[in-house]
């Protein structure tokens, strides 16, 4: 089935320090990917997409590249602030019969200090 | 001007009772979801319902019966709570159920059940 890995937090930086939060991903066919944001004690908001291999979603800074050769789809943006702090979440949805739904990450908590 | 809405946003109860949650959403999409988000911050697909139909269930309890009275409505109602339910319930929405298709989420609604 599908499935998506992220890097475990929670991760630690300080104000301006650059982010990588690594996701890959196993689907039985062609899926786009997702990273979503959650702020604490909000839902969830789309940060970013990409819809096909090499595609790169871009928003408020960040960024990711869908890569299918190694089936990855990691955030980076260059200069954190301190209101990036929040879950991130990275989430697939398949083309295929369950493209109904997002499958999920686990999640990875980031914290900015100033 | 909220796109997604759910009531109430904490819900505490006993164990044994029966709760409700209400989803609307004013995006005109015609799939809504529900998510459960654990103490953990792990994320799953519950339901999903596509112009007022069933579309996934993903193995939850059958003391879980989701409603859609009208493709902007989409309540969950819980009977016999366990203490194993408290946790974040999100509700979403997307357009078609399509691989590209974002899907909007409300703000959760906090069950704690005692």
Known sequence: GDSVTQMEGPVTLSEEAFLTINCTYTATGYPSLFWYVQYPGEGLQLLLKATKADDKGSNKGFEATYRKETTSFHLEKGSVQVSDSAVYFCALKDSGGSNYKLTFGKGTLLTVNP | ?114
């Open chain 2, 1 to 114: 001007d909220t796109a997604v809405s759910q009531t109430p946003k904490y819900l505490v109860t006993q164990m044994g009772n029966d709760k409700s949650i209400k989803c609307e959403q004013n995006l005109g999409h015609d799939t809504m979801y529900w998510y459960k988000q654990d103490s953990k911050k792990f994320l799953k697909i519950m339901f999903s319902y596509n112009n007022k139909e069933l579309i996934i269930n993903e193995t939850v309890p059958n003391r879980f019966s989701p409603k859609s009275p009208d493709k902007a409505h989409l309540n969950l109602h819980i009977n016999s709570l366990e203490l194993g339910d408290s946790a974040v319930y999100f509700c979403a929405s997307s357009q078609e159920g399509g691989a590209h298709n974002e899907q909007f989420f409300g703000p959760g609604t906090r069950l704690t059940v005692l």
